[in-house]
């Protein structure tokens, strides 16, 4: 079975500051996929950034990047230049080609202050 | 890009009434949708995977009976949730996933609906 584990419950940022979550998971396949989702206030879930475990560059969208270490089973979002609209909460997920089921971490609960 | 689309948003109802939540990939075939529950401030939990044109898959400790799911098209699935109880009120999510997908496309998922019993 395949665990996502977020032990960052909430974390605060300075607006234009940078701020990284933590996401470790845990599992005996060799190709998945991770992802981090971003859900709102309005509790949309927002596709942010997603990483194939066979490629070895981080992946990277705009302001949003990954810090992808294969070996210790790790999955950092790091959001730079923070802005009031990153406030949310952040969900680590991870998938495998065999099994469509996402398996979700307990998320992270971001609060950008102005 | 693809869009999912959940409705109702918001649905408040008498205890003992039956809710259907309906869920639509509306530019795209989706052979598997998804529905998850969500409490405050928590995770998405899976409830069930839905198949069209078969059975859906329920995850351990969900009631299928209670919660019953028709997929009948590749464009719809519902979620019922029948004879509902003010326990019942949540947060419900479905995703989609397209036809000819790979698991490295992101799940697509609706706008949610909130459910509240009286």
């Known amino acids: 079975a395949q665990t996502v584990t977020q032990s960052q419950p909430e974390m605060s940022v300075q607006e234009a500051e940078t701020v990284t979550l933590s996401c470790t998971y845990d599992?005996?396949?060799?190709?998945?996929?991770l992802f981090w989702y971003k859900q709102p206030p309005s509790r949309q879930m927002i596709l942010v950034i997603r990483?194939?475990?066979?490629?070895?560059q981080n992946a990277t969208e705009n302001r949003f990047s990954v810090n992808f270490q294969k070996a210790a089973k790790s999955f950092s979002l790091k959001i730079s230049d923070s802005q009031l609209g990153d406030t949310a909460m952040y969900f680590c997920a991870f998938i495998t080609p065999n099994d469509y089921k996402l398996s979700f971490g307990a998320g992270t609960t971001v609060t950008v202050r102005a | 890009g693809a869009v999912v689309s959940q409705h109702p948003s918001r649905v408040i109802c008498k205890s003992g009434t039956s809710v259907k939540i309906e869920c639509r990939s509306l530019?795209?075939?989706?052979?598997?949708m998804f529905w998850y529950r969500q409490f405050p401030k928590q995770s998405l939990m899976l409830m069930a995977t839905s198949n069209e044109g078969s059975k859906a898959t329920y995850e351990q400790g969900v009631e299928k009976d209670k919660f019953l799911i028709n997929h009948a098209s590749l464009t719809l699935s519902t979620l019922t949730v029948t004879s509902a109880h003010p326990e019942d009120s949540s947060f419900y999510i479905c995703s989609a996933t397209p036809r000819t997908s790979n698991s490295n496309q992101p799940q697509h998922f609706g706008d949610g609906t909130r459910l509240s019993i009286l």
């Open positions: 530019d795209f075939q989706a052979t598997t």
């Open positions: 599992t005996s396949e060799s190709n998945y996929y």
């Open positions: 990483q194939e475990a066979y490629k070895q």
